[in-house]
């Protein structure tokens, strides 16, 4: 069974940076895609950045390209999500999430999940 378990949320001001991380333990980390979604309240879930098994290829919503940064170190089973010149809007709980076999922006498609971790963006 794999556990995840994020940390780094926290309160900032707008152009602010936060850098967010979900550690992995048990299954085999070094070969799950590994993506960040995000909920604001009354909202639905939504995809923000994924990461291959390799760290070779990402990909991220147009809303964060540019200000995000998503990473991974295989050797410490740790992914991370670089938030730079944050906006009011990027307000909500942030997720982490692993896919055992495909590489996408669904969260359908991701098989484990973390507890979530609390971003908060003031004026």
């Known amino acids: 069974q794999v556990q995840l378990v994020e940390s780094g949320g926290g309160l900032v001001q707008a152009g602010g940076s936060l850098r967010l991380s979900c550690a992995a333990s048990?299954?085999?980390?070094?070969?799950?895609?590994m993506g960040w979604f995000r909920q604001a309240p009354g909202k639905e879930r939504e995809f923000v950045a994924v990461i291959n098994s390799t760290g070779g290829h990402t990909y991220y919503t147009d809303s964060v390209k540019g200000r995000f940064t998503i990473s991974r170190d295989n050797a410490k089973n740790t992914v991370f999500l670089q938030m730079d010149s944050l906006k009011l809007e990027d307000t909500a709980v942030y997720y982490c999430?692993?896919?055992?076999?495909?590489?996408?922006?669904?969260?359908?498609?991701?098989?484990?999940w973390g507890q979530g971790t609390q971003v908060t963006v003031s004026s």
């Open positions: 999430a692993a896919a055992t076999h495909i590489y996408g922006t669904d969260p359908g498609a991701y098989n484990y």
């Open positions: 048990g299954g085999t980390f070094s070969t799950y895609a």
